[in-house]
């Protein structure tokens, strides 16, 4: 099992930035990946980024490419979500989740999932 707490959500004006964090404990050794997910009420849970524990290769939802940036400390067993340039449409609970086997990081059937941390772009 692996468990997962997300920190660095919060209220931020359009064109601002936040960084989200997310911190892994338990069975961390057999995690393939890590990845973002987020979800506004009344919608579904949408992916946003992920990344590979060994090799960090890394994957984004077109709406954020060129925006965020997906990044792990392998020692500290962290993944991060640096986010530039946010959008009202970014308001959403951000939830990090980890894959065990290997697959595709955009699809949802992850493993475990954090609590989520709230971000709300105002403009």
């Known amino acids: 099992q692996v468990q997962l707490v997300e920190s660095g959500g919060g209220l931020v004006q359009a064109g601002g930035s936040l960084r989200l964090s997310c911190a892994a404990s338990g069975r961390t050794a057999s995690m393939y990946g890590t990845a973002w997910f987020r979800q506004v009420p009344g919608k579904e849970r949408d992916f946003v980024a992920g990344?590979?524990?060994?090799?960090?290769?890394?994957y984004y939802a077109d709406s954020v490419k060129g925006r965020f940036t997906v990044t792990r400390d392998t020692a500290n067993k962290t993944v991060a979500l640096q986010m530039n340039s946010l959008k009202p449409e970014d308001t959403a609970v951000y939830y990090c989740a980890v894959r065990v086997d290997r697959g595709h990081l955009s699809r949802p059937d992850y493993d475990a999932w954090g609590q989520g941390t709230q971000v709300i772009v105002s403009s």
């Open positions: 990344i590979t524990w060994n090799l960090g290769w890394t």
